[in-house]
């Protein structure tokens, strides 16, 4: 009897550890485009921000073909909007190449980059969030845009105290 109730403890205490190590991932989708990417047509997320206490890592994954993608940068507009109406509005800009040559893995003809854009990002209040990606080019379908990801985790604080 003794011995069932220490194994439950301890199991439960290794389950405590093995959650509270790893990073709590809020979101975590990819959309795919069968050929462009319209300028005027976001691409819509909902999240579920379970406190305002949190912070966040926000990193975006596009892959392109680089046979037909031609631009260096994919400059976008991010609009997040709260349960309780407030708005947010960013401009974040991936970067697809460095000194001329393509980052991140190669995939056939295609390229899959990921980017944080930002570091310990902040929502206002817990609740329910719509966050809305849209392109950011001069084109109003962009060609070469094969898929595109968001994905939110909680960031845990480090403190360096030296």
Known sequence: MLRHFIFRISFFIFALSLTACG???????????????????????????????????????????????????????????????????ISPVIPLKENGRWKGQQEGTNRRVTARVHNYFTFNKSGTYRYEVKQATSQYDLEGVRAFSVHIEEAKLEYNLD
């Open 23 to 89: 990073n709590k991932v809020i979101l975590d989708e990819e959309r795919t485009f069968s050929s462009t990417w319209n300028r005027f047509t976001p691409q819509q997320y909902e999240i579920a921000i379970p406190s305002s206490d949190l912070f966040f890592h926000i990193d975006y994954t596009v892959v392109v073909d680089t046979a037909v993608f031609r631009y260096d940068r994919l400059p976008l507009i991010v609009d997040i909007y709260g349960a309780d109406g407030t708005q947010r509005h």
